[in-house]
């Protein structure tokens, strides 16, 4: 069955230090992938995502992704962290005409 | 361009009551799905409309869930009678009509409506 991991539950990093959210996915073939992120009482936005080409992806608020074919991985990650950039943080798969997928999400939270 | 609206953001009642979760979608937005995240879990489908037409209902757990899309514009989502394990919170999202373009792919979600059941 279709499925994505991210295997960190829960994640805390002090502001200005770098970041990584883990995200894996199984399926047959690549799917597009997304990273969203849910800030208190807001939607899921979209940060980045990926489809195809050039396999880092530049998104939103300084976030960048890794897609790793050989891993199965799409890795989220932002240089410096902000205080602001704490959330919840969703990987998501699909394949073209079928349903999203998403992992069971990642909170950051950001030490001062 | 307004956003995805959801009503009511948070919902409290007692188990064998009935709620109706509504949503606006973005406007001329074909396509809406609504997913549902229970206690943590991972956000999982629950059906789409394209139109007023269901294109996919394979997620509705159970006949408890009944969805709703007159004229194509907004949804409701009646829970009725809400049990114990109905809690979470349910996210409506949109999209425009489904194509082979990356746009389309794309689904733009609302803030969630918030199920309580005591």
């Known amino acids: 069955a279709q499925s994505v991991t991210q295997p960190d539950i829960h994640i805390t990093v002090s502001e200005g230090a770098s970041l990584e959210l883990r995200c894996n996915y199984s399926y047959g073939a690549t799917p597009y992938l997304f990273w969203y992120v849910q800030s208190p009482g807001q939607g899921l936005q979209l940060l980045l995502k990926y489809f195809s080409g050039d396999t880092l992806v530049q998104g939103i608020k300084g976030f960048e992704a890794e897609f790793k074919r050989s891993q199965s991985s799409f890795n989220l990650r932002k240089p410096s962290v902000h205080w602001s950039d704490a959330a919840e943080y969703f990987c998501a798969a699909k394949n073209y005409g079928q349903n999203f997928v998403f992992g069971p999400g990642t909170r950051l939270s950001v030490l001062p | 361009e307004a956003g995805v609206t959801q009503f009511p953001s948070h919902s409290v009642i007692e188990k064998g009551q009935t709620v109706t979760l509504r949503c606006d979608p973005i406007s001329g937005h074909d396509n809406l799905y609504w997913y549902r995240r229970v206690m943590g879990k991972e956000i999982k489908f629950l059906l789409h409309?394209?139109?007023?037409?269901?294109?996919?209902e394979s997620g509705m757990p159970n006949n408890r869930f009944l969805a709703e899309r007159t004229g194509g514009t907004y949804s409701t989502l009646k829970v009725q009678p809400a049990e114990l394990e109905d809690s979470g919170v349910y996210f409506c999202a949109s999209s425009r009509q489904l194509a082979a373009t990356s746009g389309a792919n794309v689904l733009t979600f609302g803030a969630g409506s918030r199920l309580t059941v005591l």
């Open positions: 409309f394209v139109k007023e037409s269901k294109q996919d």
